[in-house]
């Protein structure tokens, strides 16, 4: 069957430690994979995008890394602040299916100051 | 520039009442999207606008369900009639292009009780 397994337990991290986030996914043929932070009470908000053919992307203090051999992406903040405590969604945009996005369930990250 | 705009931000309806749901996309953006989260689930696509034309409406769960464009400006979702396990968050979202990222709105609470 179709997976996104993203770790549905908290993550608790200290202030300026690096956060890593995981996606894994199974049975799907990705085209693009992307990142989303969401607070409570708010929609989704867009942060970064991997195309099947890159290995990692970079905007700030974020590093995305995409492996579709092992079917994985990693997620990372570096020197993670208080700020950055939220939820984070991978989602992906597969090959022949349109243009809708399906999500993984997310990962709460908690930056403890 | 304005972000897309979700009305109402919650409404609780008895069952078997009628909802709809106004989704105003950024100006400009051609494609718009529904999609919802019901209660510890992940976010699911529901459809795909390109301007006033339905693109794919693979995700609609049956045809209590309607999603309109008309003028291909902002979009309408109807639930009628409305049932218990429609209780979750409505999220719209839009994109100029097809394969970029997609904003999305703060979402629709519905509860249907």
């Known amino acids: 069957s179709q997976k996104i397994e993203q770790n549905s337990e908290a993550l608790n991290i200290q202030e300026g430690k690096t956060a890593t986030l995981t996606c894994n996914y199974t049975n799907y043929s990705p085209a693009y994979l992307q990142w989303y932070r969401q607070d409570p009470g708010r929609g989704p908000v867009f942060l970064l995008l991997i195309r099947e053919n890159e290995k990692e992307k970079r905007k700030e203090r974020l590093k995305v890394t995409f492996d579709t051999t092992l079917k994985q992406s990693l997620f990372h903040i570096t020197a993670s602040q208080p700020a950055d405590s939220a939820t984070y969604l991978c989602a992906l945009l597969l090959n022949n299916a349109g243009n809708m996005l399906t999500f993984g369930g997310g990962t709460r990250l908690m930056v403890k100051p | 520039e304005a972000g897309v705009t979700q009305f109402p931000s919650h409404s609780v309806i008895e069952k078997g009442q009628t909802v709809t749901l106004r989704c105003d996309p950024i100006?400009?953006?051609?494609?718009l999207y529904w999609y919802r989260r019901v209660m510890g689930k992940e976010i699911k696509f529901l459809l795909h606008f390109v301007k006033e034309s339905k693109q794919d409406e693979s995700g609609m769960p049956n045809n209590r369900f309607l999603a309109e464009r008309t003028g291909g400006t902002y979009s309408t979702l109807k639930v009628q009639p409305a049932e218990l396990e429609d209780s979750g968050v409505y999220f719209c979202a839009s994109s100029r292009t097809m394969n970029t990222e997609a904003f999305f709105g703060q979402g629709t609470r519905l509860t249907v009780v």
């Open positions: 100006s400009g953006h051609d494609n």
